[in-house]
Structure formats: structure tokens, C-alpha cells
């Protein structure tokens, strides 16, 4: 078991680049397994829950060679080229990876069986299997096909028009991509807009993609053409560095080319309702999306009401959002985010334990949590588990940092899920990050 342990020190600086975009890179991959040509990814993030996308389609047949560190080439195989996995797929920690190849293979004309760890066997994946199945896809999983392992066996499917009721790019990504080896238009609306990089990354392959307000809408059988791709720096990664910063006085650093797209800034727009200083520098666009180089001083926070249309862009960030609230002046109303709850672990569970046992007084809610700050710091001086959450381990390594005793986190191995490198870029900026040892 990984141990880490993170401790109060000297002010953050410098100017770093943290790692590539997930949800981009496993699209990357995705896409430029199923178009005809030649893709080329560079910026790509070689962490694990990628890596699995990788050997999916590795085993399906097709080509990924890397050339260098981010830099992938994939020979596409085209819209019906891949072949059946002679073996179960097991995607690992990857629940973006499981939801979004269910989509792909449901349409297929090979049967394929996806798992995962024990995270990914626990999160719900009737969510998906419910639009795949109206569309005539042909579902197994346990518990009444709502849990991994998922047996599918491909067939034809015809095109649907799915209201979904939850705001999710997964189920989104999921029915967009039954619906393009679909004759006909497939449509999905969601109640609030999530990520959509799913919807930019198709047109750019060259598929026909309309939106309409809440509605997208997808043609079947399209062409999609191999790209020349650079995968901008993951905002969700880059928001641990981010809230060390604003945290620990004197703090002024740098993260550089992070990616922009207003579908994942939220947590930027609710630091800063909290009164942050962060600078969007030389704002520019990378492969269709937008980036920007942040410059991030230490900042005085204040408790806020969390708007919940805020909640789809920051929905990855509430782990460490917590940590910047717990520290804030006054207090933190967060409501209407029981997503959180079905994510790689129980997220609110999972703070509010770890955050109480730092000194932090907060309240547990269905949907949220009611976070009283200590704007003086937390009293730290405790080991918490990440219950192999990358991200809730991350945020609390965040907190060690600004607390008056080191914070020790156990299980903390998942760290390489989204961020390989997390510790030594946090101690490139002058963190305190050691490995350590259950107490
Ligand atoms: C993701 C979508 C989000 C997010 C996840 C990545 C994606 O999940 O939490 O980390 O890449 O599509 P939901 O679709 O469940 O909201």
C-alpha cells in the first residue's frame, strides 16, 4: 500500500505543467481507434485508467504505438474494424473508459465482457444500460444488469431520442457512441450541460454533431478521418495545485495550458466567488479546445452558497473544493451534488470523515455538505484513508500542506489514475510531500 504524507512548509512557486487531460485522452484514443487513417496524439496522459482504454482496443486489434512520452500513434481500424477480444476486458479503476466502450461495442458484431476493480464492479451502470437497451442492445450484468461485469453481445441498434435524467457525459458519451454505428440520428438531452468533449472531438474526426440547446444529435455511419491531436493539461489535476496555492500564504505560481473548456472551469468560477486571485494568461486554443496559463497568488477565502447549475463543470472537483472550504472564512453550503456519492468512491462520505478527523467541523447531508472554515488552518495531525480514490487522496495531500501537523494518507496508489507525477510536480513547487508510513 502507498503511503504519502504532506506537511506545512514554505510558499508555493514557480511555474509547472500538470498532466494531460483525462477525459480527452481516453477519447483520443477511442476515436482514433474507430476512424479510417493515421492518428497522431501527443499530450496524451499515460495514466492507468487510459492505459485501459489503450488495451481495449489494443485487443480488439488495433495498432497504438507510443513514440515518446504522451506521443501515440494509432492506426485506426475504422467504424466496423474491430475485431473480438478473445479475452474478458478488464478496464480497471476506469468508469469513463467502461461507460463509453459499452457504447461502442453494444453495436458490434462480436460479443465482448467488460470489469473492472472493485470500485468500478460497485458503480452504477444502469445508466447506460437503459438507453442501450431501448436502442435494442443486448445487456448482462449482475444485479439485474445494473453492475460489472457487463456481458455484451453486439447487434444492430436502432437510433433513439433520449431524455437523460442525469447530467452526465458518460451516458451522453455512451448513446452518442451506440448511435453512431446507427443508421439514422441518435439524440440525447440532458437536464444540465456536462463535459463535452465528446461532441467536439467527433465533429473534428469529421462526424455530423448538431446541438440544440440541451439537445445532441448525431448522425449514424459517418467517416471518421485520423486527426493530428495535442491533448490540453487536465483542469481537474491542475486544481490540486491550485487550491495548495491559494491556501498556503505567500503562494504565486504558474500551471501552464490548461484546458478552458467552460464545461470544466466550474471550480475556477466558485474559488473565485470565494474571492481568488487566479489569472487567465495568454488564453489561446489547442485542437479545438480553449487553454490558458493560470497564475494563482494565495488568497483570503470565503464560505459561499454553491450555485447548482455550477455543479456539471466542477463535479471532479468537490474532493479538493472541500479542503478550500473547510479553510475558508464562514461557511459552505453545498446542495443538489449526490452524484458525488457514485463516483470512484462515496465523495462526500469519504470528506466529510477524512476532513472531521483533521479538526474540520462540517455537517454530513444526503446531497452535500454544510463546511464551517477555519480560515487559521485545520489542526491536521492525522492519517485518512483515500478509500482508492485518486482524487480524494489527492485532496487530502492538498490539506496537509496547510494544516499545523503533517496529514498521512493511505492507499493512496490510485494517485496515478489521473495524475502520474502528482508528488514530485507538488514538490517542484516547494510542497512537502514525503512517502510514508501507516501509523
Ligand atoms: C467523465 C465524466 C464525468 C466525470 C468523469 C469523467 C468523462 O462523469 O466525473 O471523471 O470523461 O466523460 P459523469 O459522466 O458520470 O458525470
Not at 449482475?142 to 447487434?155: E, Y
Not at 461557511?331 to 462515496?346: C, G, I, P, W, Y
Amino acid at each position: 500500500m502507498r503511503v504519502l504524507r504532506t506537511f506545512k512548509g514554505k510558499p508555493l512557486s514557480g511555474s509547472v505543467s500538470v498532466a494531460g487531460d483525462k477525459s480527452i485522452s481516453h477519447r483520443a484514443i477511442m476515436f482514433g481507434s474507430l476512424a479510417e487513417g493515421i492518428t497522431q496524439v501527443s499530450g496524451l496522459l499515460e495514466g492507468e485508467d487510459v492505459l485501459s482504454t489503450i488495451g481495449a482496443f489494443r485487443a480488439m486489434g488495433v495498432e497504438i504505438e507510443k513514440q515518446d512520452a504522451g506521443a501515440y500513434t494509432i492506426h485506426g481500424v475504422g467504424l466496423d474494424g474491430l475485431e473480438e477480444p478473445d479475452n474478458v476486458i478488464d478496464l480497471g479503476n476506469a468508469g469513463t473508459s467502461m461507460r463509453l466502450l459499452s457504447g461502442v461495442l453494444a453495436s458490434q458484431s462480436f460479443m465482448s465482457i467488460l470489469t473492472g476493480d472493485d470500485s468500478l464492479r460497485g458503480r452504477p451502470m444502469g445508466r447506460i444500460v437503459k438507453p442501450l437497451t431501448l436502442m435494442g442492445a443486448r445487456i448482462l450484468g449482475r444485479d439485474d444488469n445494473r453492475l460489472a461485469p457487463l456481458v455484451i453481445q453486439g447487434t444492430e441498434l436502432v437510433p433513439i431520442d433520449y431524455q437523460s435524467p442525469v447530467a452526465s457525459a458518460q451516458v451522453k458519451s455512451a448513446v452518442l457512441l451506440a448511435g453512431l454505428n446507427t443508421a439514422g440520428e441518435t439524440s440525447v438531452t440532458e437536464p444540465a450541460l456536462s463535459r463535452d468533449h465528446t461532441e467536439r472531438m467527433l465533429a473534428s474526426f469529421g462526424a455530423e454533431v448538431e446541438r440544440d440547446g440541451l439537445r445532441v444529435m448525431v448522425d449514424g455511419w459517418p467517416t471518421l478521418t485520423g486527426q493530428t491531436l495535442r491533448v490540453p493539461t487536465d483542469p481537474s489535476a491542475a486544481a490540486f495545485p491550485m487550491v495548495a496555492a491559494l491556501l498556503i500564504p505567500g503562494s504565486d505560481i504558474t500551471l501552464t495550458g490548461v484546458g478552458m473548456n467552460p464545461t470544466r472551469t466550474g471550480l475556477i468560477t466558485l474559488l473565485e466567488m470565494m474571492g481568488a486571485n487566479i489569472e487567465r494568461l495568454d488564453e489561446r486554443d489547442v485542437g479545438g479546445e480553449p487553454v490558458a496559463d493560470l497564475r494563482i497568488r494565495h488568497s483570503e477565502l470565503k464560505g459561499i452558497e454553491v450555485p447548482p447549475e455550477v455543479i456539471p463543470s466542477a463535479i471532479d472537483e468537490f474532493p479538493v473544493f472541500f479542503v478550500a472550504a473547510a479553510m475558508a472564512e464562514g461557511e459552505t453550503l453545498l446542495r443538489e451534488a449526490k452524484e458525488l456519492r457514485v463516483k470512484e468512491s462515496d465523495r462526500i462520505a469519504a470528506m466529510v470523515t477524512g476532513l472531521k478527523a483533521l479538526g474540520a467541523t462540517l455537517e454530513e447531508r444526503e446531497d452535500g455538505a454544510i463546511i464551517q472554515g477555519q480560515p487559521q488552518g485545520l489542526k491536521g495531525g492525522a492519517e485518512v484513508d483515500s478509500h482508492t480514490d485518486h482524487r480524494i487522496a489527492m485532496s487530502f495531500l492538498v490539506a496537509g500542506l496547510a494544516c499545523r501537523e503533517p496529514v498521512t494518507v493511505l492507499r493512496c496508489d490510485n494517485v496515478d489514475t489521473s495524475f502520474p507525477g502528482f508528488a514530485g510536480l507538488m514538490r517542484g513547487l516547494g510542497a512537502n510531500v514525503e512517502e510514508g508510513r501507516a501509523l
